[in-house]
């Protein structure tokens, strides 16, 4: 159980294009979808918090304009980043958190061109 | 604030050999629950083992044990007979509080197992 489906696990944008990632969970209700980047060679990085019917809460120092998080459903939360950079590339990953054994998307590697 | 140390970048260990990778943590908070995840390259998370702070035996899976000593603030992750396949990077992360909150990671220790 507790199975989150990530999708792309690879993508590759053109600078300034928007990128949309999709954690589903398959066979469990998420209210709630933590999200995280990790920079190469470095740790997991908290950006967000998605819930389910409300505003996402951002991390200090994440943008929220730019990383547009949606938790529309109780089985899917989308990451938008938008307008990307260079420097927005990174790994991104998800999780329910607590009550489905912290298990984690399989993440999605970003490349800006 | 949480905050996870794990003061090893790098590990080698001979293959069949037992290896120990370190983690130090710090937090206010009573209850708590520590975690040691495994990386490998493809970048997916793997969930190894979970230790509880109010635990009072230390958690086991199969090769994974959880060394925990709580007034030293440590959860050390033993994996017994190493195989290849266990090169890759482990994280020790920990939560706090009640409810769903997220992990806090550590830096990580890359594991590299010779044949």
């Known amino acids: 159980g507790a199975v989150v489906s990530q999708h792309p696990s690879r993508v590759i944008c053109k600078s300034g294009t928007s990128v949309k990632i999709e954690c589903r969970s398959l066979?469990?209700?998420?209210?709630?979808m933590f999200w995280y980047r990790q920079f190469p060679k470095q740790s997991l990085m908290l950006m967000a918090t998605?819930?389910?019917?409300?505003?996402?809460?951002?991390e200090q120092g994440v943008e929220k304009d730019k990383f547009l998080i949606n938790h529309a459903s109780l089985t899917l939360s989308t990451l938008t980043v938008t307008s990307a950079h260079p420097e927005d590339s990174s790994f991104y990953i998800c999780?329910?958190?607590?009550?489905?054994?912290?298990?984690f998307g399989s993440g999605t590697r970003l490349t800006v061109v | 604030a949480q905050k996870i140390t794990q003061t090893q970048p790098g590990m080698f260990v001979q293959e069949k050999e037992a290896v120990t990778l370190d983690c130090t943590y710090d937090?206010?908070?009573?209850?708590?629950?520590l975690f040691w995840y495994k990386q490998p390259s493809s970048g997916e998370m793997i969930f190894l083992i979970y230790?509880?702070?109010?635990?009072?035996q230390n958690a086991t899976e199969g090769r994974y044990s959880l060394n925990f000593q709580k007034a030293r603030k440590s959860a050390n992750l033993v994996i017994s007979a190493s195989q290849l396949g266990d090169s890759a990077m482990y994280f020790c992360?920990?939560?706090?509080?009640?409810?769903?909150?997220?992990?806090?990671f550590g830096k990580g220790t890359r594991l590299s197992v010779i044949a």
């Open positions: 999780s329910p958190g607590q009550g489905y054994g912290y298990t």
């Open positions: 066979d469990f209700q998420a209210t709630t």
């Open positions: 998605s819930n389910e019917g409300s505003k996402a809460t951002y």
């Open positions: 937090t206010s908070d009573p209850s708590y629950g």
């Open positions: 230790q509880g702070s109010y635990d009072q």
């Open positions: 992360a920990m939560r706090g509080r009640a409810g769903n909150t997220p992990l806090v």
